[in-house]
């Protein structure tokens, strides 16, 4: 089996309303999918969604590097040297998380279906066949409106994420309370800070925290104050997630080192795709850390991938970050994502066990309106 081609197509997607975090406003979302076929007519897609907050790549530079960089690397070989074509990447690729994990995940899914096997099956097995999910409820400066959303999503989902960082400390505080207010006692709620706050800010921050009962905070400092993240590790008060500050397998580690946080957050799409994302699992979990599995918001391949890792992980600590397709006017697949009592079922079809649709996918290319 031979790759034949490697395609990289730009997606017009969109945002059914304006998602709100950190100092981000997305009302699109400038997705690419990767697409590797082999000379038996084998097909597998990846999907790279890239975030300026994290990286330098956009929808433009993707699409470049597939075309100039990785499909000189992948025309011609055998994706079963999957390992070794990935390595041979990351000298072509140098930094290009996104870029790379759109790749590994398509020659993930080709493989899965040239054996007829779910993605899981390749990354070693599944623990579970579905998984717990959580809510996402956007910043919004008014709290009625953040607190009606939170309400709305309780219906659907167990726990919730909600966002801080971007207001001012008090009146964020004001709105989680108004949030707790408004879905009551037995919804889990964490918050995202998106590493905003200052040391001072979270001294001040932790009652209120512990008040309203936030079960967990995700990056409430940036990386530079690794050292103040450390000593509220230490006091055992709050789970705190590591996020902006692992972007590779080594950061993982020196968070597992350093003990800088309780809970490692697994985004494949910012770590440089599921076969990184499963060795930082590997650290953190062998380091006695809990993870979970993130997201930067992907479409239906992306979002597919991480339910495939979710399940190849031993034990989650929280909710997976899983349901992005549902805030998106467009579609890529067939099979809508359905939340069902909380949780988002593991695919179980070989590859992503997912179905693309060729026509909406032409459709939605955006080359086609340029």
Not at 21 to 32: A, I, K, L, Y
Request: glycine fraction near 8%; aromatic fraction near 4%; proline fraction near 6%.
């Amino acid at each position: 089996m031979k790759i034949q081609s490697v395609e990289a197509v730009p997606i017009a997607a969109s945002f059914r309303s304006t998602f709100r975090f950190g100092t981000t406003d997305r009302t699109t979302s400038p997705n690419v999918v990767v697409v590797v076929r082999t000379e038996d007519g084998v097909t597998g897609y990846g999907e790279a969604c890239p975030v300026p907050a994290f990286t330098s790549e956009t929808q433009a530079s993707i699409v470049e590097l597939v075309e100039s960089r990785v499909a000189p690397v992948l025309v011609g070989k055998d994706p079963e040297r999957r390992l070794p074509l990935l390595d041979e990447l990351g000298r072509a690729l140098r930094f290009a998380p996104f870029t790379t994990a759109a790749v590994d995940t398509a020659l993930l899914d080709l493989l899965g279906r040239a054996l007829g096997v779910p993605v899981h099956v390749l990354l070693g097995g599944g623990y579970r066949e579905r998984t717990e999910v959580h809510g996402s409820v956007g910043w919004d400066a008014d709290a009625g409106k953040v607190a009606d959303t939170a309400r709305e999503q309780a219906a659907s989902y167990r726990w919730l994420k909600l966002y801080a960082g971007r207001g001012e400390l008090d009146a964020d505080l004001d709105r989680l309370a108004a949030v707790r207010d408004a879905v009551g006692p037995d919804i889990g709620l964490f918050v995202d800070v998106n590493g905003m706050w200052t040391p001072s800010d979270l001294v001040r921050a932790l009652p209120r925290v512990e008040e309203i009962g936030l079960r967990m905070l995700e990056q409430p400092l940036p990386p530079a104050a690794a050292d103040f993240q450390r000593r509220l590790v230490g006091e055992l008060r709050v789970d705190v997630a590591a996020d902006e500050s692992v972007r590779t397998v080594t950061d993982a580690a020196a968070v597992a080192r350093d003990r800088t946080a309780t809970v490692v957050n697994l985004g494949h799409s910012k770590l440089g795709g599921p076969t990184a994302a499963l060795h930082a699992a590997h650290i953190a979990l062998g380091a006695g850390l809990e993870v979970m599995v993130g997201s930067v918001i992907e479409m239906e391949l992306a979002t597919a991938m991480g339910l495939h890792l979710a399940a190849a992980l031993p034990r989650l600590a929280y909710p997976s970050y899983l349901m992005g397709p549902l805030k998106y006017r467009e579609r890529l697949t067939e099979e809508p994502l359905e939340v069902i009592d909380g949780h988002v079922a593991v695919p179980q079809g070989p590859g992503l066990g997912v179905t693309v649709d060729e026509r909406e996918l032409a459709r939605l290319d955006a080359r086609r309106s340029s």
